[in-house]
Structures are given as structure tokens and as C-alpha cells.
């Protein structure tokens, strides 16, 4: 009998997940480089798994080979130094709950890449199967109304925190409400979308990696440690004041801490183990909750504010991604059913 039910573990999960997009802001917003800070989320994170993926696949750890080594970096370039490289540089041309909408994008994505790459069958024949398209389009189209229609501005509640500090007098006359231009916004809708096609490759690749090196913990830890080198190549090579890279006890502490080690590493090794109770659909089913979270945090300590545009964009990328699911979990059901009765 489970102590604690996965459920309840990926509320947990999808809280700290929510609160990435706020810490970035935080950490950005005091002056610390996107690119240090990525580096150091990746070396955090290492750190953090490396303990787990020794003790606890330490028996069934499959031979290191040049091979497992390549796909390593592989791994660490498009899920670690490209995506987090992009999705910071989006965050910072958006806003936080911008990010998060756009972090469920990635199920849409890494459908049209499968399908780009055979992977995946386009049909119109099957109810699953048009529920796949019908949800990847309602996700695009739930984006591009998040992006380019406002709406009226909605005040579900109201804080006088505003740990960014906001100044309406630096404001520019076309920004919205949040300080952020119009034309920022589409450029970050841009780097954004650039973002979900680097980690729809990495779901790819990560899902070959695991059929022949299946030990979850030490496949992330290889990724997150050749993630770190590249970040770091890249970071020295666009920032050299050194001085950039002092932690102290302050924010930017804090947000390495939080995104290095529970959003990327204590996370990662409880969904695993959900993974395992649950299977990979029921882990996906919570993950609007995140975007729910940093909404409502974003609008109480960020002063970010909520639009019509923003909620309905919203809803509907969360709705096309409960519909991709449906579609995925459908089709996977008629295949084990298949395989069962051939078997039989």
C-alpha cells in the first residue's frame, strides 16, 4: 500500500514547477545573466542527481559507452543549454505566466516533429487520431491568442507585493501592463516557439536513449552535466566580468537552489518513481496545474496582470493538450489490445 498517493506527490511536484518562471523573473531581474544563470541551474542539478543515480542504479547501470556518451551531449544541448538558453531569453521578452502557457506547448510540438519524422502517423480516419490534430491546432491557436489579443484586464484580486519593483514612469507608452512592448511580445512568442521545437527533438532522443539505456537517473544526470559544460562554454564566451558569476546569500542563490535542485533534481526523482506507480499519462494529466500556480503567483508578488486574451489562450492550449493526451492514450490502448490478443 502506497503512504502517499502519486496525486498528491505531483501537486507537490506541479507547485515547485510553477514557481519556476517567478524565480527566473527574480533572479533576471536582479541583474543576474541569463546565461550564468543557466549554467549554474544545470551544475545544481547534477549535483543534486548524482548521489541518486549512483546509489540507487548502481547495479544495473548498462556499460558507458561512446555511443551513450554522444547521445549524453546530445541530450544536454537540446533539453539543457539550448532550451533553457531559449526559454530564458523568451521569459525575459514575456512575462512569467507567458512562459508557463507555453511550457504545455511542448506536447503539441513534439507531435509535429514525430509526425515530420514518421514517427508518429497522421489520419483523419480515427477518432484518436483527430483528436490529435484537432488538439495540436487548438494548442497553436490558444497561443497566438495569448500572444496578439489583449482584451480587457481582469482583477481577480489585488497585492501590493511587487518584488520586480515595477517604475510606471520607465514604462513605454506601447508596453502593456506588465512593461513589456508589443513587439517584445512577438519576438518572444518567436524564441518561445524555437524553444518547444529544441525540446520536442529532446523528447525524441530521450525516448530512443531510454530503450537501450534505461536507468532514468543516470541518463539526466549525464544530460545535466554536459548541459552545464556547454552552458558554460556559451556563457564565457558572451559574458567574460567573472564577477557575474559571485553567488551570495541573496536571490540569486536562492533561484539556483530552487531551479538546480528541486525543480531539477529532488522533482525529477519523485516523478520518476510516479512514472512507475502511474504510468507517463497520469504524470501529464498535472501539468496545466503548474501554469495555474505561476499565474496566481505572478499576478500576487510580480504584478503581472491577467487579460481575457491571456485566460482564453489559456484555456485553450490547456483543452488541446487534454485532447492530444486523450488521442496518445486511446491509440496506445488499441496497440496493447492488439499485441494481447495476437499474443493470445
Given at each position: 500500500?502506497?503512504?502517499v ?8 511536484v506541479?507547485?515547485v514547477?510553477?514557481g ?16 550564468v ?14 548521489p ?12 558507458l ?19 533553457h538558453n531559449?526559454?530564458?531569453a ?13 511550457y504545455?506547448l ?7 516533429v ?8 497522421f ?5 484518436p ?12 491557436v490558444?497561443a497566438?491568442?495569448?500572444?496578439f ?43 518561445s516557439l524555437?524553444?518547444?521545437l529544441s525540446?520536442?527533438?529532446?523528447i525524441?532522443l530521450?525516448?530512443k536513449?531510454s530503450?537501450?539505456y534505461p536507468c532514468?537517473?543516470?541518463s ?26 559571485k ?13 538546480g ?15 512507475s506507480k ?8 498535472f ?12 499576478s ?22 487534454y ?5 496518445i ?5 488499441k ?10
Amino acid at each position: 500500500m502506497e503512504l502517499v498517493h502519486p496525486g498528491v506527490i505531483l501537486i507537490f511536484v506541479h507547485i515547485v514547477f510553477g514557481g519556476i518562471p517567478v524565480f527566473y523573473k527574480l533572479a533576471l531581474n536582479d541583474g543576474m545573466s541569463m546565461t550564468v544563470l543557466v549554467t549554474y541551474r544545470l551544475i545544481f542539478a547534477a549535483a543534486s542527481l548524482a548521489p541518486i543515480a549512483f546509489f540507487v542504479e548502481r547495479n544495473k547501470r548498462p556499460k558507458l559507452t561512446w555511443l551513450v556518451l554522444f547521445q549524453g551531449f546530445m541530450l544536454g544541448l537540446l533539453g539543457g543549454a539550448l532550451y533553457h538558453n531559449l526559454y530564458l531569453a523568451g521569459l525575459k521578452l514575456t512575462s512569467a505566466t507567458f512562459a508557463a502557457t507555453f511550457y504545455n506547448l511542448n506536447p503539441a510540438f513534439t507531435y509535429v516533429v514525430a509526425l515530420v519524422f514518421r514517427l508518429e502517423t497522421f489520419t483523419l480516419k480515427t477518432l484518436p487520431g483527430t483528436a490529435k490534430v484537432a488538439g495540436t491546432a487548438t494548442c497553436i491557436v490558444g497561443a497566438m491568442l495569448f500572444t496578439f489579443y489583449k482584451g480587457f484586464e481582469i482583477n481577480i484580486w489585488h497585492s501590493k507585493i511587487d518584488l520586480l519593483h515595477h517604475n510606471d514612469h520607465n514604462i513605454p507608452q506601447n508596453a502593456n501592463s506588465s512593461g513589456i512592448s508589443g513587439y517584445h511580445e512577438v519576438e518572444g512568442l518567436g524564441i518561445s516557439l524555437v524553444a518547444c521545437l529544441s525540446y520536442a527533438f529532446w523528447i525524441i532522443l530521450q525516448a530512443k536513449v531510454s530503450v537501450h539505456y534505461p536507468c532514468s537517473y543516470s541518463s539526466t544526470f549525464l544530460m545535466n552535466f554536459a548541459g552545464s559544460i556547454q552552458a558554460f562554454i556559451y556563457a564565457i564566451c558572451v559574458d567574460r566580468e567573472w564577477k557575474r558569476w559571485k553567488l551570495g546569500w541573496d536571490i540569486r542563490l536562492l533561484s539556483v537552489f530552487y531551479l538546480g535542485v528541486l525543480s531539477s533534481g529532488v522533482t525529477y526523482a519523485v516523478m520518476a518513481w510516479c512514472i512507475s506507480k502511474r504510468g507517463p499519462l497520469f504524470v501529464s494529466i498535472f501539468n496545466p496545474m503548474a501554469l495555474l500556480v505561476t499565474a496566481v503567483a505572478s499576478s500576487l508578488v510580480l504584478q503581472e496582470k491577467l487579460h481575457l486574451g491571456s485566460i482564453l489562450g489559456g484555456v485553450l492550449i490547456v483543452l488541446g493538450l487534454y485532447t492530444v493526451l486523450w488521442g496518445i492514450s486511446t491509440e496506445l490502448k488499441k496497440k496493447l489490445e492488439k499485441r494481447s490478443t495476437s499474443d493470445y
